[in-house]
Nanobody, 135 residues
Framework: QVQPVESGGGSVQAGGSLRLSCATSTSGYDLSRNCITWFRQGSGKEREAVAAIGTGTDETTSTSYADSVKGRFTISRDAAKNVVYLQMNNLKPEDTDMYYC???????????????????????WGRGTQVTVSS
């Protein structure tokens, strides 16, 4: 079973930093291959992919980011601890949102723009962690 749990959200001033954590289950889940995506969504807004880490079509582990966060956010994975991180630097008020971790099935692949692709099949969602950035 894969049950993502997010943590690390909080309230910061513009220009500050936060590190989000996504803890994932190892049961029935290949940490060295499977794709993980961080999404965010505000009230009344559509869900937006932020960053992803996983295996591309060439079977190589890589990362992908939304244009809005490139150069500011970094996604990484610690397989030994079963944790995926999202380091967020130089935060802006526009980054204020709920942030969600999503774990994808073994056949998912990494795509440009900061997300994993699986034809909508077998995605496991966390409950989210709130990030608030003030001016």
């Amino acid at each position: 079973q894969v049950q993502p749990v997010e943590s690390g959200g909080g309230s910061v001033q513009a220009g500050g930093s936060l590190r989000l954590s996504c803890a994932t289950s190892t049961s029935g889940y290949d940490l060295s291959r499977n794709c993980i995506t961080w999404f965010r969504q505000g009230s009344g807004k559509e869900r937006e992919a932020v960053a992803a880490i996983g295996t591309g079509t060439d079977e190589t582990t890589s990362t992908s980011y939304a244009d809005s966060v490139k150069g500011r956010f970094t996604i990484s994975r610690d397989a030994a601890k079963n944790v995926v991180y999202l380091q967020m630097n130089n935060l802006k008020p526009e980054d204020t949102d709920m942030y969600y971790c999503a774990a994808f099935p073994s056949f998912a692949v990494l795509r440009d723009g900061g997300y994993c692709y699986s034809n909508g099949q077998g995605t496991f969602w966390g409950r989210g962690t709130q990030v608030t950035v003030s001016s």
